[in-house]
């Protein structure tokens, strides 16, 4: 009979709503504090996982620059070589074979780390690829737009243009 709420007194109803309530209030600052320190723990292993990316990557760009440049190097090597060679050789033919070959390892090197030239002559002329210089009477219809000359050489890397050709384009 006592635990019947209509039977128990004002007081003790208070009294029960007030234990309700600071067993409520206990329940909550206890969620309260584990949701505080979930948050605090993950908040520091996301800066921990941040930190050891930019480290991560920093040592990628490190290691893959050393790469480049000691190919680089070889280049350099092949090219003083040649130098040394050229004031005591007479011959020319010679010369301009190393100077070939060493031309052609160079644009293999380039090749091997993503980068490629742009085609540009007779090629439709393409403001995302191309920089036209100047514009030149077109001698047939079908070379209208089209690149006719090229002044300099353009290149991408991995599909990404880094040095726009500079064309003549036919109109």
């Given at each position: 009979e006592i635990n019947n709420p209509d039977n128990l007194t004002d007081n003790q109803q208070e009294e029960a709503v007030a234990d309700e309530?600071?067993?409520?209030?206990a329940d909550w600052e206890g969620k309260y504090k584990e949701l505080?320190?979930?948050y605090l723990r993950l908040n520091a292993e996301?800066?921990?996982?941040r930190k050891r990316t930019?480290?991560?990557k920093a040592e990628l760009l490190k290691s893959g620059s050393e790469r480049v440049l000691l190919d680089v190097i070889t280049v350099v090597d092949d090219f003083e070589r040649a130098l040394d060679n050229i004031s005591k050789t007479e011959d020319v033919e010679a010369v301009k074979e190393g100077l070939d070959l060493i031309y052609n390892k160079f644009v293999n090197f380039l090749t091997k780390?993503?980068?490629k030239e742009i085609e540009t002559i007779g090629q439709p002329f393409d403001t995302d690829k191309h920089e036209a210089?100047?514009?030149v009477p077109a001698q047939s219809e079908d070379d209208k737009d089209k690149i006719v000359d090229s002044v300099q050489k353009g290149y991408t890397l991995d599909d990404k243009v880094i040095r726009f050709?500079?064309?003549?384009v036919a109109k």
């Open positions: 309530s600071a067993d409520n209030v505080n320190d979930s996301f800066d921990n996982y930019l480290k991560e780390h993503g980068v210089l100047t514009t050709p500079k064309v003549i």
